[in-house]
């Protein structure tokens, strides 16, 4: 049975113990696509069994790719590559669900196939901006066809041939830039990408892995000369636990009194990171230990207590760092002393929804004081929220999980409609909130 009302209240006491968050979200996707074109077999430790994660897995297999699952949880699995040119046009649409970013890389694979294919998702799927990753697959070759010029799923594609692109993008965008990288593998010549400001660079860590060289110049822009092949890695992939799940905890434990949290093996990728220094610059307590490196992933434990935290202006340099946390980082805010000030955000409302207006209706409705702007936000900090409310969670995982941190300060309890999709993502989070003491359960009908 799938679950879509999540009831959050006040936390009971204080939140404490040790956890280890599930995998990382954006390398599960990665390691997948790159283990399915190499030739060989690759092991992948780590995986996030979420329903996004998931997509992608069942994208491959339709395409003639074999995996095999280590364990009964879906976190182990074996992946038995075709090759760059190995793959099998699928007998029916490739279906991403609700998982944007497996949306938009898998246009990169798909462009350099020499068959034609159809990708799709879910209605919020549907309704997010494409037109960012057909325009410069276009320009490498492939032929995109689909709603309002290939601007929304489904799009239909029809690749191979392809030829290298110097690529400026309009926005710092890892979607983007892994789409065109990913479509660089199968063309002739250097493939370049420019960005204005740089994104997260899981691509660039974990092509080398596989054999194929990255090149990144001292102003940024990032180089890729088609090896022609990528090969299985003889070691296992090992992939750290997700930075954005662990947020939602390291969140909870520093707005709950007398909250002390130990969170294990966090990526501390510069590029994924910028979460943590906004909530340092709010003067929250996270100390990191026992820092090390997982493939070319750096990773932490991060020891978390509760903190008075304070309002601040975020550092421009911060937003695409972070883009992904913003949810709940208003949280913190709405609990927090003093104004909270957020620009050039204008990404967060092209999410799995419009991340700024889902989060300033919720939190307003339990009484936060926050003022939407077009590019970002404005949160005055208040000391508590107000619960015997109903949130909409617009069917966005982060909104849901942000909001039940939130109820964490209320005076009562939340109800947050809309809420299944935390599978696509964490489909632990009840259980692992329940566990170090958050007041969270899914509605029993």
Same mark, same amino acid.
């Given at each position: 049975?799938?679950?879509?009302?999540?009831?959050?209240?006040?936390?009971?006491?204080?939140?404490? @113990?040790?956890?280890?968050?599930?995998? /990382?979200?954006?390398?599960?996707?990665?390691?997948?696509?790159?283990?399915?074109?190499? /030739?060989?077999?690759?092991?992948?430790?780590?995986?996030?069994?979420?329903?996004? $994660?998931?997509?992608?897995?069942?994208?491959?297999?339709?395409?003639?790719?074999?995996?095999?699952?280590?364990?009964?949880?879906?976190? #182990?699995?074996?992946?038995?590559?075709?090759?760059?040119?190995?793959?099998?046009?699928? !007998?029916?649409?490739?279906?991403?669900?609700?998982?944007?970013?497996?949306?938009?890389?898998?246009? *990169?694979?798909?462009?350099?196939?020499?068959?034609?294919?159809?990708?799709?998702?879910?209605?919020?799927?549907?309704?997010?901006?494409?037109?960012?990753?057909?325009?410069?697959?276009?320009?490498?070759?492939?032929?995109?066809?689909?709603?309002?010029?290939?601007?929304?799923?489904?799009?239909?594609?029809?690749?191979?041939?392809?030829?290298?692109?110097?690529?400026?993008?309009? +926005?710092?965008?890892?979607?983007?830039?892994?789409?065109?990288?990913?479509?660089?593998?199968? %063309? #002739?010549?250097?493939?370049?990408?420019?960005?204005?400001?740089?994104?997260?660079?899981?691509?660039?860590?974990?092509?080398?892995?596989?054999?194929?060289?990255? @090149?990144?110049?001292?102003?940024?822009?990032?180089?890729?000369?088609?090896?022609?092949?990528?090969?299985?890695?003889?070691?296992?992939?090992?992939?750290? %636990?997700?930075?954005?799940?662990?947020?939602?905890?390291?969140?909870?434990?520093?707005?709950?009194?007398?909250?002390?949290?130990?969170?294990?093996?966090?990526?501390?990728?510069?590029?994924?990171?910028?979460?943590?220094?906004?909530?340092?610059?709010?003067?929250?307590?996270?100390?990191?230990?026992? !820092?090390?490196?997982?493939?070319?992933?750096?990773? &932490?434990?991060?020891?978390?207590? #509760?903190? &008075?935290?304070?309002?601040?202006? +975020?550092?421009?340099?911060?937003?695409?760092?972070?883009?992904?946390?913003?949810?709940?980082?208003?949280?913190?805010?709405?609990?927090?002393? @003093?104004?909270?000030?957020?620009?050039?955000?204008?990404?967060?409302?092209?999410?799995?929804?419009?991340?700024?207006?889902?989060?300033?209706?919720?939190? $307003?409705?339990?009484?936060?004081?926050?003022?939407?702007?077009?590019?970002?936000?404005?949160?005055?900090?208040? *000391?508590?929220?107000?619960?015997?409310?109903?949130?909409?969670?617009?069917?966005?995982?982060?909104?849901?999980?942000?909001? %039940?941190? &939130?109820?964490?300060?209320?005076?009562?309890?939340?109800?947050?409609?809309?809420?299944?999709?935390? &599978?696509?993502?964490?489909?632990?989070?009840?259980?692992?909130?329940?566990?170090?003491?958050?007041?969270?359960?899914? !509605?029993?009908?």
């Amino acid at each position: 049975m799938k679950h879509n009302v999540l009831i959050a209240g006040p936390a009971a006491g204080q939140l404490s @113990g040790d956890l280890t968050p599930p995998g /990382d979200k954006s390398m599960s996707h990665r390691a997948v696509m790159l283990a399915a074109l190499a /030739d060989g077999v690759s092991e992948i430790h780590g995986f996030l069994p979420g329903e996004d $994660n998931l997509s992608t897995a069942e994208m491959f297999a339709q395409m003639g790719v074999k995996i095999d699952w280590l364990n009964a949880e879906k976190t #182990s699995l074996r992946i038995h590559g075709v090759g760059l040119h190995g793959l099998r046009g699928p !007998e029916k649409d490739l279906d991403a669900g609700n998982a944007g970013t497996c949306a938009r890389l898998m246009m *990169g694979v798909l462009a350099g196939q020499p068959f034609t294919s159809t990708l799709t998702g879910d209605a919020s799927l549907r309704s997010r901006p494409m037109q960012r990753v057909s325009e410069p697959v276009r320009r490498m070759g492939a032929v995109v066809e689909g709603k309002d010029g290939g601007n929304f799923l489904p799009i239909t594609i029809r690749g191979g041939h392809l030829h290298s692109i110097d690529y400026v993008s309009p +926005v710092a965008s890892a979607q983007i830039k892994s789409c065109v990288l990913l479509a660089g593998l199968f %063309a #002739s010549g250097e493939t370049t990408v420019r960005e204005p400001r740089p994104s997260r660079d899981h691509s660039e860590r974990m092509l080398p892995l596989f054999g194929q060289p990255v @090149g990144i110049d001292a102003d940024g822009t990032i180089r890729l000369q088609p090896m022609q092949r990528l090969i299985a890695p003889a070691a296992p992939i090992r992939i750290p %636990a997700d930075p954005s799940s662990a947020a939602f905890f390291a969140v909870a434990a520093s707005l709950v009194a007398d909250a002390d949290l130990l969170i294990h093996d966090i990526g501390i990728n510069p590029r994924r990171d910028g979460w943590r220094h906004i909530l340092a610059d709010m003067q929250a307590d996270i100390r990191l230990l026992d !820092e090390k490196r997982v493939g070319d992933e750096p990773v &932490a434990d991060f020891a978390i207590r #509760s903190a &008075a935290l304070r309002g601040m202006q +975020v550092n421009p340099a911060n937003v695409p760092d972070a883009i992904d946390e913003f949810p709940v980082l208003f949280v913190a805010a709405a609990l927090a002393n @003093g104004t909270f000030l957020l620009q050039g955000a204008e990404e967060l409302r092209v999410k799995e929804s419009d991340r700024i207006s889902a989060m300033a209706n919720a939190l $307003n409705a339990c009484g936060a004081h926050i003022e939407e702007r077009p590019d970002g936000i404005r949160i005055d900090g208040c *000391g508590s929220l107000q619960g015997g409310v109903e949130i909409d969670a617009k069917g966005d995982h982060r909104i849901a999980m942000a909001m %039940a941190v &939130a109820a964490q300060r209320a005076d009562s309890d939340i109800r947050i409609c809309n809420a299944a999709a935390i &599978a696509t993502s964490f489909p632990d989070f009840v259980s692992i909130a329940q566990r170090i003491g958050m007041n969270v359960h899914w !509605e029993t009908l």
